[in-house]
């Protein structure tokens, strides 16, 4: 543990920022696997463009958990140790593919995304001021959270529309 890093924080119980790290440690390795395995299992229209997006984003989500871990133990607290644990932890959850067609998997991929951004919004206003190195590393995941959602929904909206011009043509 970092004794005299930590000591620089204030206001903020050490305990309490390793518990909310620890939940978004759970979300990122739940992401992780959620786009690993909707890469594998995508379908339909378009999907290569999907893949491509899917797989960045996979290894962004473990590229967080990396970050997020390395933080927990400087704060002197342990990384989740079971992914069994990750279910109960986790704040965002896991959304199974039930419907692998690409338009789904979309969807689905933006609500994590979106939930992703609220909890790390969340961890920057508890630490903002308090703990400026958690800050600035929810503050960096934050940031690819917010690109992530754009990246899915400009992808989501192009396929969309390529769907609804060949409707038209068709008809
Ligand atoms: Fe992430
Ligand atoms: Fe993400």
Redesign the pocket.
């Given at each position: 543990m970092a004794r005299r890093g930590n000591s620089i924080i204030k206001g903020l119980e050490i305990s309490d920022i390793i518990t909310e790290l620890n939940k978004a440690y759970a979300d990122e390795w739940l992401?992780y696997y959620q786009y690993f395995i909707e890469a594998k299992v995508i379908k339909g229209i378009m999907k290569d463009a999907a893949i491509a997006e899917l797989e960045q984003?996979a290894a962004?989500?473990l590229r967080h958990a990396n970050m997020v871990a390395d933080r927990i133990l400087q704060l002197g607290g342990t990384p989740l140790l079971n992914p069994k644990d990750w279910f109960t932890h986790t704040n965002c959850g896991y959304e199974e593919p039930k419907d692998f067609d690409v338009v789904s998997i979309l969807e689905d991929s933006i609500k994590?995304?979106q939930c992703?951004i609220s909890v790390y919004s969340g961890l920057a206003d508890m630490t903002r001021d308090k703990d400026i190195v958690t800050y600035d590393i929810v503050s960096q995941i934050l940031a690819?959270?917010v690109e992530?959602e754009e990246d899915l929904q400009a992808l989501f909206d192009d396929i969309t529309e390529f769907i609804t011009d060949i409707k038209k043509n068709i008809n």
């Open positions: 992401a984003h962004d989500e994590g995304e992703a690819d959270e992530h």
